[in-house]
């Protein structure tokens, strides 16, 4: 047995004694925190005016998990503000004066984890005003002596990779087999005696080792896992937090101080287990139809038109046993495809279904006003928000929730486009699609079953799961493809809800015989256009006849994201055209 091979353990202090088991239950104090807001470097924030956090830019909040907080808002001046926590639903109301003060009491949720703060009001997050609020990683009571043999603690140990379990100190009685739900937001402490190589690190003592695993958990691997199994699909932990140096003493004396094969045999290998697969899951049907559009207008006068958009959260079939958590206008994806005609005054009615977890908004391309709408359309759950404004321009538009972060809202599926026709209409044509791109990014890789949510580190650096044509993999292939025939002529509607990547939309086997580049409707068309750029927020409308029968396929003609699920099917059905087309097949075009 190798002198001293202890392995790495993440030491978690999940209760003191036994004893305070008995109160458990009872009320947490209160706390409280002051807020004002101020401009900074050009950009609007939250500044800290109370203990701890003054003077500290959007600072962040701690808070237990069932603890009761009161955040109270100053209007500093530059506008009207407030703060909201989309995830409790909780807000302040608006103070509109400098100097008025609003404040909002709420209970914490009882899982550790961050909540996201922002101002709510106009665009204001986006301009800065935005923070978090961290629960179950406030400062914890100091360890200043060894703990006592009674003390009910629980070791976890990680190794690189998909070992994760619970171990429990032989010799402590009473010590629950279990783990925090986010080890990330607990004090841990690691130890490990590093005479058997495997360590990577600077550190030339049990102490420095501990600073250094907190920074840096990755850099030792440990050779096996205890024994002991915990509970499934546990993630190895991110240490966030430092501890103080008699925390670290304390534990490093108390481990130190454990007898031989505390931590599992010293001459055993374990095996990395793999991570247990998710189930296939089936989620409802949110692929909007590309025939699901209105019929081109008559001739008349500008009117009113009443729009009506409602947000709804729900959990939809992205691919073959994958669902995914959209947030929808109208329940699909795209939204709703509008028609009005130029000069016509729209009266958007926003809606927020009850059962939203966040507030949501819409922002119109097609409206002159600031956001587009968003200003006037931040929505919280179950509460409706009405504005109007004048179609200025010619065009198709997209549409979008602007509610931060935005690109998570357009992420997730609230996009959609508004036709705005010029006086006289357009151009009749045989049959109109309504086709829409985005692009997704799931905390599983593509094609992993199961239920997915959105992973914000992909967005953010733009490298997403799944690309898509109205919503989901195969929406328009399997699902609800396009459909005409020889001799008609079909225009689409082609837009770009994002949110980040470009489109190069083509049809493989046509060529439009019109495009209008940018959606500019008043432009004269391009015309014989093989693939025409398409950019995130972004439309165009094609037009092309059809000689050929056949199935003709819609891509982005960055052809890879056809292996992330971005394909459509033009089914053309009539008489062959030899004297345009002729040949005999081959196996394998994938056409």
């Known amino acids: 047995m190798k002198s001293f091979a202890k392995f790495l353990v993440l030491t978690v202090l999940l209760t003191a004694f036994i004893g305070a088991c008995a109160s458990k239950n009872s009320q947490l104090a209160s706390k409280e925190y002051v807020l004002t807001t101020e401009m900074k470097d050009g950009n609007l924030i939250f500044l800290g005016v109370s203990d701890e ?49 609003a404040s909002v009491t709420f209970t914490v949720p009882n899982t550790h984890g961050e909540m996201e703060y922002y101002d709510n009001v106009a665009n204001h997050a986006e301009l800065g005003m935005r923070g978090v609020l961290l629960v179950g990683t406030a400062e914890q009571s100091s ?58 690190g600077k550190a030339k003592t049990a102490e420095e080792y501990i600073h250094e695993s907190i920074l840096d958990p990755n850099l ?47 001459d055993t290998t374990a095996e990395t287990a793999p991570a247990a697969a998710q189930a296939p899951t089936t989620g409802a049907d ?101 504005f109007t404004a004048k179609a200025l321009n010619v065009g198709l538009f997209v549409y979008h929730c602007a509610t931060p972060m935005v690109a998570h809202h357009i992420s997730n599926g609230m996009y959609g486009l508004i036709l705005v026709e010029p006086e006289g209409g357009l151009p009749p044509v045989d049959r109109e699609f309504y086709v829409m791109q985005g692009d997704i990014y799931t905390t599983g890789a593509f094609g992993e079953q199961g239920k997915q949510t959105t992973d914000i580190t992909k967005m953010l650096d733009e490298d997403p799961e799944y690309v898509v044509f109205n919503g989901a993999v195969g929406a328009l292939t399997a699902q609800k493809p396009l459909k005409a025939n020889v001799g008609e002529t079909v225009r689409i509607f082609f837009g770009v809800g994002g949110p980040n990547l470009t489109s190069s939309f083509h049809v493989i086997g046509e060529i439009f015989d019109r495009v209008y580049d940018q959606a500019s409707l008043t432009s004269a068309p391009l015309t014989d256009v093989q693939t025409t750029l398409v950019p995130p927020g972004g439309a165009t409308m094609v037009e092309f006849d059809l000689e050929v029968p056949g199935n003709y396929i819609l891509v982005d003609h960055a052809l890879s994201r056809l292996q992330r699920g971005l394909a459509g099917y033009l089914i053309v059905e009539g008489t062959d055209a030899p004297e345009i087309f002729l040949g005999t097949p081959s196996a394998g075009s994938g056409h």
Request: proline letters at 8%.
């Open 286 to 386: 949110v692929v909007r139809d590309p025939t699901d559009l209105p019929d081109p207008l008559e001739i008349r006068e500008p009117t009113t038109v009443r729009i009506d958009l409602e947000a709804v959260e729900v959990e939809g079939q992205l691919a073959d046993g994958t669902t995914f958590t959209y947030w929808t206008f109208n329940g699909a994806v795209p939204g709703p495809f509008f028609r009005v005609r130029l000069g016509d005054t729209i009266e958007v009615h926003m809606t927020n279904n009850t059962s939203s977890s966040m507030n949501h908004s819409v922002d119109f391309h097609a409206v002159t006003g600031p956001g587009g709408g968003a200003v006037m359309t931040q929505t919280q759950p179950g509460q409706e928000s009405v």
């Open 53 to 101: 956090i003054n003077g500290i830019a959007n600072p962040t909040l701690n808070a237990d998990p069932g603890e009761t907080i009161t955040v109270t808002l100053i209007n500093g001046g530059m506008g009207q503000h407030d703060v909201t926590f989309p995830e409790v639903k909780a807000s302040t109301e608006v103070v509109k004066e400098k100097g008025e003060t």
């Open 143 to 200: 360890v200043s002596s060894a703990p006592s043999s009674g003390d009910p603690m629980v070791i976890a140990a990680f190794q690189k990779g998909a070992c994760g379990s619970c171990h429990v100190i032989p010799g402590i009685p009473n010590a629950a087999g279990v783990i925090a739900p986010d080890l990330s937001n607990v004090h841990l402490a690691a130890l490990k005696y590093f005479d058997d190589g495997s360590y990577t």
């Open 220 to 266: 030792f691997v440990a050779p096996k896992c205890p024994t002991g199994a915990c509970a499934p699909n546990i993630m190895p932990a991110t240490l966030k937090d430092s501890l103080t140096t008699d925390e670290i003493n304390s534990m490093v004396k108390y481990l130190d101080g454990l007898p031989a094969g505390a931590y599992g045999a010293d």
